[in-house]
DNA sequence: CTCGGATGTAAGCAGGCGCTGACTTGACGA
DNA sequence: TCGTCAAGTCAGCGCCTGCTTACATCCGAG
């Protein structure tokens, strides 16, 4: 919507920056087929032209901005939580909003298919890798005999987070859209306590 | 990809039913703006020019795909099941599969915004009313102060459908994409519960 | 000062898109 | 047998897409 503050332009590295974080916020929202580049362009506050240049492709802009979203998701939870509790907190506050102040949006992205077999195989990658991060901060052990039960819950946690943000920003649906830290912690945190406590507890 | 079998043409109302069956397919799986007429009508069988015919435009195509869809969910959850248990499972088998032995991707639909007004109006509210009725199903009273915090609830466990529905059929993310009602029974089970017992529980 | 590479710009191409209007085909009653 | 009208076909329009190419501008090294 609005042109990307003061840019001066004559500086490569940070017209790439400027471009990555409009397509990010474009293709999370409005998904990869319907952004265009030139709308990530004049977000961006930059000519069209220079999205080939430094990113060859509009595929290629959108592997870059998954390879970021990957990075910054493993970066994120590199510094590992102590407690369990500390894990389920974490993931209240990605679903609520992006924890280094940035939008939610990045985990939108995820589900974002482009089309391209090299920048969906990123997206898998990247998601799967989050599934793994997810178990073995929830304490289980990756050699543990049942890991396929393991990563299914870890991977009904994000399915949950992704489903969440998706029918906050992109659905907007009521009272779910305006919910805020306090009304979602309790509820997301059962959910998440749910799939990933070690013994589910007899029923 | 597949050719509808058998269609002799000249049946109206059989082409209007080809049509939004194979636009639904599309719609939900690759997105509203990913998805073009003419493969629809390929899918169909039917010439292009039918689809402007009988439903004006790709938006109304959409919009009565939305229709369909609403009604349908809006059916199934008529006959109104008696134990709380039955409604957890009833949900446990959309996300499997959907129960009438159609696709899951009905749920998927319901994330697909078109950019058009009315019918992305029509899949809010389809979405809103999906949620009282499975508040009302989970035994919740509509004229409980706690009104809102009920529908948050509910609405976190469509999300849940919907993002493990996402992550099976679109991302491919494995093991969810490859797992089975036997494995998703318990735990997606754990998660409706615990969104939608009526007493969360001391914790 | 001047030159050359790096950075940004403007115009436009080929192709695919949704959609249209004039046409043909088929079924059926008079 | 023929007229009629719904059902289906076809060619192509105007537009927008991603991308390319040729050109302008800036700035630091010599």
Same sequence: chains 1, 2.
């Avoid at 790439?16 to 319907?34: H, I, K, P, Q, S």
């Amino acid at each position: 919507m609005s042109d990307e503050l003061m840019r001066s332009g004559r500086d490569a590295t940070a017209t790439r920056r400027a471009l990555v974080r409009a397509a990010r916020r474009r293709f999370a929202t409005d998904g990869y087929r319907a952004t265009t580049v030139r709308q990530i362009a004049a977000d961006a506050g930059v000519n069209v032209a220079l999205i080939n240049r430094y990113f060859v492709s509009k595929d290629g802009l959108f592997e870059a901005c998954m390879l970021r979203t990957s990075d910054e998701l493993d970066s994120q939870s590199s510094s590992r939580p102590v407690h369990f509790d500390d894990v389920i907190e974490r993931l209240v506050a990605h679903v609520v909003n992006s924890p280094d102040g940035d939008d939610p949006l990045q985990l939108l992205l995820l589900l974002r298919s482009s089309g391209d077999e090299n920048a969906d195989r990123i997206r898998r990658r990247t998601l799967e890798h989050f599934t793994e991060k997810l178990a073995a901060a929830a304490g289980w052990d990756r050699d543990d005999p049942a890991t396929d039960g393991v990563l299914l819950r870890a991977q009904l946690a994000i399915a949950t987070m992704l489903g969440t943000v998706m029918l906050r920003a992109s659905a907007g649906v009521e009272p779910l859209a305006s919910a805020g830290h306090s009304e979602l912690s309790a509820p997301l945190g059962d959910a998440f306590r749910a799939l990933l406590v070690r013994t589910p507890g007899p029923s």
